[in-house]
């Protein structure tokens, strides 16, 4: 079996029209925290998923085209946070490539050393378990070592190209 996914022939498809009927499957938002040394760094991703329960596995895709996750990739850890509701712009400062992502942010340390931000519904703190090539993305599966629920709420989703919020 191979680890990663290759390029192969097959059908064209258009990339426009693959964003948009893909993006009528709704996804939560999640910002990935790590370090480079004693930097904290971060970025936003909505491909996070659940891979395990035994052993405890998540995973989630970066563009190979990001500057950020190769800055915590270096680090062997990184934490994932879940946002709620009231935090798109925090997913919006996250997703911009250069900007000073932590200024204003409280945040604490993981035990892997990774940041858990304030404010977010949840997180999982994360060891790189394996990385797999994908197309232009990666997959970074993570073995949680420690997870918890900062409170509840609703969360931020993204669809159709736009941020929602979720409304049972």
């Known amino acids: 079996m191979e680890d990663d996914v290759e390029a192969t022939s097959a059908p064209t498809i258009d990339s426009a029209r693959f964003r948009q009927v893909l993006g009528h499957f709704a996804s939560g938002i999640t910002i990935i925290t790590g370090m480079e040394g004693e930097e904290p760094v971060g970025l936003t991703c909505g491909s996070f998923f659940s891979v395990s329960l035994d052993p405890p596995l998540v995973a989630f895709s970066p563009a190979k085209s990001s500057t950020s996750w190769p800055r915590i990739q270096s680090s062997g850890a990184f934490c994932v946070n879940i946002l ?85």
């Open 84 to 168: 709620g509701m009231e935090q798109e712009d925090v997913c919006r400062v996250f997703a911009t490539s250069g900007a000073d992502k932590f200024r204003g942010l409280g945040w604490s340390s993981g035990a892997t050393g990774s940041p858990i931000l304030a404010d977010v519904l949840a997180w999982v703190d994360c060891t790189v378990e394996a990385e797999y090539e994908a197309g232009d993305h990666r997959i970074v599966v993570g073995r949680v070592r420690e997870l918890d629920l900062l409170h509840e709420g609703r969360p931020l989703v993204f669809y159709r190209g736009g941020y929602g919020r979720f409304e049972p």
